[in-house]
């Protein structure tokens, strides 16, 4: 079943995803800028400090080969593709090398075009080299490296993280889809549980003269309007902080006073009704307690079968209704006093009146249990 979400929803939703998304941009965003400033500090200084390495083992080489009066064989140093070198004299003139540029000799490292040049002048005017000049070649191309792999590796984790997003937002969505449901379902079935005792109310009323047949049908449906009625107040519009009348209550009178609205419903369909009730007083407001024996009289009727029958005991402080009608999957057992949950679709309902029962055991301390076999029947037992 497709749900499409309200326009309030939609919004939710849309903020929810721009702002995970947005925070997780602005993040990453941060978080790759100060990466990208850490490297190339690092690649910058890894750059000068090899540089002036190279250098210093360059000035060494030139002051042994002056101080020993050997030759310096410096075509070697030009053969590299990671620096490209030049000596000068002292008039900044070049005696050899191949870089060809020139430069403002009064600094010691400058940024010409895509490299740097570190000027040395280490070399002290032996062998007539003042300044040696050296360009690397790598430094420019491993920061545009290091700029590809920052956004290859944002794009890929930003991916990543719009995914878990997406994934996270189905999971925010997918309760909002299920209560959508089970409302969406349980107006459906309060719309069918109503019409049925109306429409037996219109047609029953539709002559002039009612026979006893009509009138009592017209009794039997406007009680249950009335018990669809207090079921869904209960629920939805009971004032919880209203102070309700608890009195010691006479369970087996009330019992026998509320089993006469249900002989015309039982004998319907041809159903026995027998009681073994001993005398037994609980304090307990009586609405509440008449509520949570009729809603469960009212399914043990309603999910038998013809000509089936009920045991109601009420011994030992307690209260014990068995049927021999369609019974319960085991597995759903455990389901049934959740709002909503129809265990069987066989019969009208919408879920909610053995929510109220177990609301209101709890209310008082009414252990309840309950016992079902599949086509056997079902027992509920209420111990106070």
Same mark, same amino acid.
């Given at each position: 079943?497709?749900?499409?979400?309200?326009n309030?929803?939609?919004?939710?939703?849309?903020?929810?995803?721009?702002?995970?998304?947005?925070?997780?941009?602005?993040?990453?965003?941060l978080?790759?800028?100060?990466?990208?400033?850490?490297?190339?500090?690092?690649?910058?200084?890894? %750059?000068?400090?090899?540089?002036?390495?190279?250098?210093t @083992?360059?000035?060494?080489q030139?002051?042994f080969s002056?101080?020993?009066?050997t030759?310096?064989?410096?075509s070697?140093?030009?053969?590299?593709?990671?620096?490209?070198?030049?000596?000068?004299?002292?008039k900044?003139?070049?005696?050899?090398?191949?870089?060809?540029?020139?430069?403002?000799?009064?600094?010691?490292?400058? /940024?010409?075009?895509?490299h740097?040049?570190?000027?040395?002048?280490?070399?002290?005017?032996?062998?007539?080299v003042?300044?040696?000049?050296?360009?690397?070649?790598?430094y420019?191309? @491993?920061?545009?490296?290091?700029?590809?792999?920052?956004?290859?590796?944002?794009i890929l984790?930003?991916?990543?993280?719009? #995914?878990i997003?997406?994934?996270?937002?189905?999971?925010f969505?997918?309760?909002?889809?299920?209560?959508?449901?089970?409302?969406?379902t349980?107006?459906?079935?309060? %719309?069918?549980e #109503?019409?049925?005792?109306?429409?037996?109310?219109?047609?029953s009323?539709?002559?002039?003269?009612?026979?006893? @047949? /009509?009138?009592?049908?017209?009794?039997?449906s406007?009680?249950?309007?009335?018990?669809?009625?207090?079921?869904?107040?209960?629920?939805f519009l009971?004032?919880n /902080?209203?102070?309700k009348i608890?009195?010691?209550?006479?369970?087996?009178? %009330? !019992?026998?006073? /509320?089993?006469?609205?249900?002989?015309?419903?039982?004998? @319907?369909?041809?159903?026995?009704?027998?009681?073994?009730?001993?005398n037994?007083?609980?304090?307990?407001?009586?609405?509440?307690?008449i509520?949570?024996?009729?809603?469960?009289?009212?399914?043990?009727?309603?999910?038998?079968?013809? =000509? =089936?029958?009920?045991?109601?005991l009420?011994?030992?402080?307690?209260? !014990?209704i068995?049927d021999?009608?369609?019974?319960?999957?085991?597995?759903?057992?455990?389901?049934?006093?959740?709002?909503?949950?129809?265990?069987?679709?066989?019969q009208?309902?919408?879920?909610?009146?053995?929510?109220?029962?177990?609301k209101?055991?709890?209310?008082?301390?009414?252990?309840? %249990?309950?016992?079902?076999?599949?086509?056997?029947?079902?027992t509920?037992?209420?111990?106070?």
């Amino acid at each position: 079943m497709v749900i499409d979400l309200t326009n309030s929803e939609k919004t939710t939703f849309i903020r929810f995803l721009t702002l995970y998304l947005g925070s997780s941009f602005i993040l990453m965003i941060l978080v790759a800028f100060l990466y990208y400033q850490n490297e190339r500090t690092l690649y910058f200084d890894l %750059t000068k400090s090899n540089m002036q390495n190279v250098a210093t @083992k360059i000035s060494s080489q030139i002051i042994f080969s002056h101080m020993s009066n050997t030759p310096f064989d410096n075509s070697k140093l030009l053969e590299t593709n990671d620096y490209k070198i030049s000596f000068y004299n002292a008039k900044k003139e070049k005696i050899f090398g191949n870089l060809n540029d020139t430069f403002d000799f009064s600094e010691d490292l400058i /940024q010409h075009e895509k490299h740097f040049v570190l000027i040395d002048k280490s070399a002290l005017g032996h062998l007539g080299v003042y300044y040696i000049a050296i360009e690397e070649n790598l430094y420019f191309e @491993k920061i545009e490296k290091l700029i590809i792999d920052i956004i290859f590796f944002f794009i890929l984790i930003y991916s990543i993280i719009s #995914l878990i997003g997406f994934y996270l937002a189905k999971l925010f969505l997918k309760p909002i889809k299920e209560e959508r449901k089970r409302i969406n379902t349980f107006i459906k079935d309060t %719309t069918h549980e #109503l019409n049925t005792p109306i429409s037996a109310i219109l047609m029953s009323t539709e002559s002039e003269n009612l026979t006893p @047949k /009509q009138i009592e049908r017209v009794r039997l449906s406007a009680r249950r309007v009335s018990e669809i009625y207090k079921d869904l107040t209960y629920i939805f519009l009971a004032n919880n /902080q209203t102070e309700k009348i608890i009195n010691e209550l006479s369970l087996d009178n %009330t !019992i026998k006073e /509320q089993l006469k609205y249900f002989e015309p419903l039982a004998s @319907k369909k041809r159903i026995i009704i027998n009681t073994n009730l001993e005398n037994f007083n609980y304090k307990i407001n009586k609405d509440d307690f008449i509520r949570v024996f009729n809603n469960l009289i009212s399914n043990a009727i309603k999910y038998n079968r013809m =000509g =089936g029958k009920i045991d109601i005991l009420l011994e030992n402080k307690t209260l !014990i209704i068995k049927d021999n009608g369609i019974g319960i999957e085991e597995k759903k057992i455990k389901d049934i006093f959740n709002r909503y949950y129809r265990a069987t679709s066989e019969q009208g309902g919408f879920g909610i009146g053995l929510n109220i029962v177990n609301k209101i055991c709890k209310d008082y301390n009414i252990e309840i %249990t309950v016992e079902s076999k599949l086509n056997e029947g079902t027992t509920f037992s209420l111990s106070f």
